[in-house]
C-alpha cells in the first residue's frame, strides 16, 4: 500500500496545486522563482478564476513561466509586458491580468511601460521578481544591483557615483495615482512564503474590485548569479538586500503606509 493511500483528507497540509503543470522546472535549484510560480496558481486556483486569468511573461527568467503555468499565458518583447497587458485588459475587462517580470526587464528596458502602465491605473497585477542581477543572460549589473556588489559587468562592485544608485520599483510606483496596492515580499522562509502569498491574493482580490494596479514585488536570491550555495545566497540576501529593500506593505487601498 502506497503512503499516500493511508493519508487522511483532514490531516493534509499541502497538496500540488493543479495549475502547475508537471514540465521540470529550469530555474536554478535553490532559486525563488518557482515558489513564486506555485503562489500566483494557488491563488488563481483558490479563488476560482481559472478560466478567467491571463498571464503575461517577458524575457529574461520569466519567459518560461508559460511551460509552468497551467492559465492561459502569452508572452511579450523584453520589459513589454506592461503594455501587453494593458491592452489584454482593456479588451477584456472582467478578466484577471497579470504580468510576471524580473528586475533586468522590468526595471531596465521596460522602466517606461512600467511606470505608464502604474500611472493610468490600469486593473492589473504586476508580480515583480528582484534579485538584483540578470539572472539569465550571464549576471551582469541590474538598476536594482546593490552598492558595491559584484557583477560580471561590475566586477569591481557598482560604484554609485558613476553607475547610479539602485532603484527602489515599488517605492518609485507607490507615488503615482493609478496604483492601488504596492507590497515587497519574500520567499525564502515558510514565514514569508505565507505573507507573500497573502499578498497576491489581495493583489488578485484588487482586480477582482476593478481598483487599478496592484503591484507585488518579491526580493528573491539568484545564487548562481551571486556564485553562493542557495544557503548561503539566502543569508546574504538577508544581510544586504532586505536592509536596503525592506520588506512589507509600502502602498495599500490607495494610501501610502
Known amino acids: 500500500m502506497d503512503v499516500l493511500d493511508i493519508i487522511q483528507p483532514e490531516n493534509q497540509v499541502f497538496c500540488k496545486t493543479k495549475l502547475m503543470t508537471d514540465t521540470t522546472l529550469s530555474y536554478c535549484p535553490g532559486c525563488g522563482h518557482g515558489t513564486a510560480h506555485n503562489l500566483v496558481m494557488e491563488v488563481v486556483e483558490e479563488m476560482g478564476i481559472t478560466s478567467d486569468t491571463i498571464g503575461v511573461a ?121 496604483v492601488y496596492y504596492a507590497t515587497r515580499q519574500s520567499v525564502h522562509t515558510h514565514k514569508n512564503v505565507r505573507k507573500a502569498k497573502k499578498a497576491i491574493k489581495t493583489a488578485f482580490q484588487n482586480t477582482r474590485l476593478k481598483q487599478g494596479v496592484s503591484f507585488v514585488e518579491i526580493v528573491s536570491n539568484c545564487n548562481s548569479g551571486w556564485k553562493m550555495t542557495p544557503n548561503e545566497s539566502n543569508e546574504w540576501m538577508e544581510e544586504n538586500m532586505f536592509p536596503y529593500y525592506p520588506l512589507g506593505d509600502i502602498k495599500v487601498k490607495g494610501k501610502l503606509k
Request: glycine share 10%.
Open 58 to 178: 517577458p524575457v529574461g527568467c520569466s519567459v518560461l513561466a508559460y511551460d509552468f503555468m497551467n492559465v492561459d499565458m502569452t508572452q511579450a518583447a523584453h520589459g513589454r509586458a506592461p503594455a501587453v497587458a494593458t491592452a489584454i485588459s482593456r479588451t477584456w475587462p472582467n478578466k484577471y491580468v497579470f504580468t510576471y517580470q524580473g528586475d533586468g526587464d522590468l526595471a531596465a528596458i521596460g522602466t517606461a511601460e512600467t511606470i505608464h502602465t502604474c500611472n493610468r491605473g490600469e486593473n492589473i497585477v504586476i508580480v515583480f521578481v528582484n534579485n538584483g542581477i540578470y539572472g539569465m543572460t550571464g549576471g551582469q549589473m541590474a538598476p536594482t544591483t546593490l552598492p558595491n556588489m559584484k557583477t560580471s559587468t561590475s566586477p569591481y562592485g557598482r560604484e554609485v557615483n558613476s553607475m547610479g544608485a539602485p532603484i527602489k520599483m515599488t517605492e518609485l510606483i507607490s507615488n503615482l495615482p493609478g
